[in-house]
């Protein structure tokens, strides 16, 4: 798409951060069971922007910094992020925290037997468990907002579910802290649900023992697929080319 756009204009295509870029270690890849290899896929772009962010604040290159950052929108990717590599990270679609619209990390002999039920077939467990998990399955709502409305309204069953989401994100970063042995540089949480105050501070008042916690609301997809471009430009980083069937011109 990038070189049918940029070929006919003579300029080139930059691809930045796509969500399958793997970097993890040989460690990570284990799953238990070898008919099962663990996948590397995370919101790549927004995590190494927000980490961007976080270094600005602390006047430090990306290169030289450790954090664990989290991705909080319709999936989350929490990862241990070592001099700007994603060395691991949960598959928002398979593992770690429950999320708005995803069941995470499920018990795995309950899964087993969900699947030889004969009540499910595979199309019904991939959307019960990608499109409709989480929030979606428990409150019949994947809006974080509504869910909070419920909260000031007092509703019980929906604070001890959003919080519980919470909860299973700071075992993740506890987690992904391990990766890097303890030594971080801060935590940072992005995406659509940072905007919470409440569900940021459930993870703080949890996780703020790692290290500095830095909020950076919202999604950077855009602002970062311009300054990845920008830095290629500017000869602040060298483009990697992958050319498609021989043809050149992308990176």
């Not at 929108?73 to 691991?88: A, K, N, Q, T, Y």
């Not at 709502?141 to 007092?154: K, Y």
């Not at 080319?241 to 043809?247: C, D, F, K, L």
Request: hydrophobic letters at 40%; a negative charge; proline letters at 5%.
């Amino acid at each position: 798409m990038a070189a049918a756009v940029a070929e006919p204009r003579g300029i080139p295509a930059f691809i930045v951060d796509p969500v399958a870029v793997d970097e993890m270690s040989p460690l990570a890849r284990y799953s238990g069971h070898p008919l099962l290899t663990r996948r590397c896929l995370s919101h790549a772009l927004n995590i190494h922007a927000a980490a961007r962010k976080a270094c600005e604040q602390l006047g430090k290159k990306l290169a030289d910094s450790r954090f664990v950052v989290v991705h909080l929108g319709g999936g989350f990717s929490v990862v241990p992020l070592d001099g700007g590599r994603i060395v691991d990270t949960n598959n928002a679609n398979s593992e770690g925290p429950f999320s708005p619209t995803r069941a995470g990390g499920l018990p795995v002999q309950g899964v087993v037997k969900l699947c030889l039920s004969g009540d499910y077939d595979a199309a019904d467990l991939k959307r019960m468990t990608t499109r409709e998990g989480g929030l979606k399955a428990y409150l019949g709502t994947e809006d974080a907002r509504e869910v909070e409305e419920r909260l000031g309204a007092g509703d019980e069953e929906a604070r001890e579910v959003y919080e519980a989401m919470a909860y299973q994100v700071t075992k993740e970063i506890g987690a992904m802290a391990a990766v890097l042995c303890g030594r971080l540089d801060g935590v940072v949480l992005t995406g659509g649900l940072a905007h919470s105050d409440l569900f940021c501070g459930w993870v703080t008042e949890r996780v703020g023992f790692l290290g500095p916690v830095f909020r950076f609301a919202g999604a950077f997809e855009m602002e970062a697929l311009a300054a990845g471009a920008l830095r290629v430009l500017r000869g602040e980083e060298e483009a990697l080319s992958y050319p498609p069937e021989g043809r050149a011109g992308t990176a």
